[in-house]
């Protein structure tokens, strides 16, 4: 199920124009900041290292996060698409 909310989130993202065909650079990575919000923007972050490691987890058959919670995340710098944000809010119960 979860996999199926990755590709739902992936193609609201896509709608809106937040998927992005450029990575951020290397060192945006190490940051130790919830999100990386220092280093990436919060869909960034979503693209690249939340929907990235989810789907490794479930390459690699191991345990997924519990409690994510990134829905409030989400509605502060995401407000303009709900579409968006109901997904996370999905994702958020899937994982809970």
């Not at 609201?12 to 650079?25: D, I, N, R, V």
């Not at 999100?35 to 290292?49: A, P, R």
Request: proline share 5%; aromatic share 10%; glycine share 2%.
């Amino acid at each position: 199920m979860i996999d199926v909310l990755l590709i739902e989130l992936e193609q609201a993202m896509k709608t809106h124009g937040l998927w992005s065909e450029t990575p951020p650079k290397a060192d945006a990575f190490m940051s130790t900041a919830p999100f990386c919000f220092d280093s990436m923007s919060f869909e960034n972050w979503l693209q690249y290292v939340f929907i990235v490691r989810v789907k490794q987890l479930i390459a690699a058959k191991q345990a997924l996060p519990r409690g994510a919670n990134i829905s409030p995340m989400a509605e502060q710098m995401l407000a303009e698409y709900v579409d968006v944000i109901t997904v996370i809010k999905k994702i958020d119960k899937a994982l809970s």
